[in-house]
């Protein structure tokens, strides 16, 4: 029996400067609420749970070129619910930006302008993804069809050109839950200006030289 996932948590990929500290194991991550998608609905992943390694999770954000993100801060929150059983887990893991990364969704989503920024789990957060993706497992078989799996992201950075900062930037994200499927859209593209939702304005805060 297959599990399907639960994509349309809040994801947010969020510029800032100064650079903001990597989020704690058991602080939740700031959620941006208009990450949520509602319409379209997003395309179910379905991902048999026997199968399911949490560690190869990648993430990625399609912003203006001018936008930087930081080596260090961003973190990938993974919250496991089965209300029958009990469980409530919300769990952060510090993510890494990754390279030559290949995807012909994503290589397809280019366009003039715009940077593609990858992000992926670190290796020495395996066992304890690990463990966590042999929990979904277990609710699975115990309580199929009454889980929810969902994610939320940090991705800190800054705007390169501080002299040209936009009055609003566009932005994508990005998820691919098994590394056999590729990526897909989580986040159609917003528009969005400095002050239209609260706690992004650090997205148009200037790069440290």
Do not use: H
Request: with cysteine.
């Amino acid at each position: 029996m297959r599990l399907a996932l639960l994509l349309a948590a809040a994801l947010m990929l969020a510029a800032c400067s100064p650079k903001a500290d990597t989020a704690s194991a058991d602080a939740p991550l700031q959620v941006d609420e208009m990450s949520v998608v509602t319409d379209p609905a997003p395309p179910e992943a379905q991902v048999d749970p026997t199968e399911l390694d949490l560690s190869q999770i990648a993430l990625a954000m399609r912003i203006p070129s001018a936008f930087r993100a930081y080596d260090d801060g961003a973190a990938l929150q993974i919250n496991l619910i089965s209300p029958r059983l009990g469980v409530d887990i919300a769990e952060n893991f510090p993510l890494v930006i990754t390279s030559d990364v290949e995807s012909p969704f994503l290589t397809s989503e280019l366009k003039d302008g715009f940077s593609i920024w990858t992000f992926g789990t670190r290796a020495e957060d395996s066992a304890r993804l690990a463990a966590l993706s042999a929990e979904v497992a277990r609710l699975k078989v115990e309580a199929p069809g009454e889980n929810e799996l969902t994610f939320g992201a940090l991705a800190p950075g800054c705007w390169a050109e501080p002299e040209q900062t936009p009055g609003s930037l566009a932005r994508t994200l990005y998820i691919r839950v098994m590394p056999t499927d590729d990526f897909q859209v989580f986040v159609p593209e917003q528009v969005l200006a400095e002050g239209d939702i609260p706690g992004i304005e650090t997205y148009w805060g200037a790069c440290e030289e």
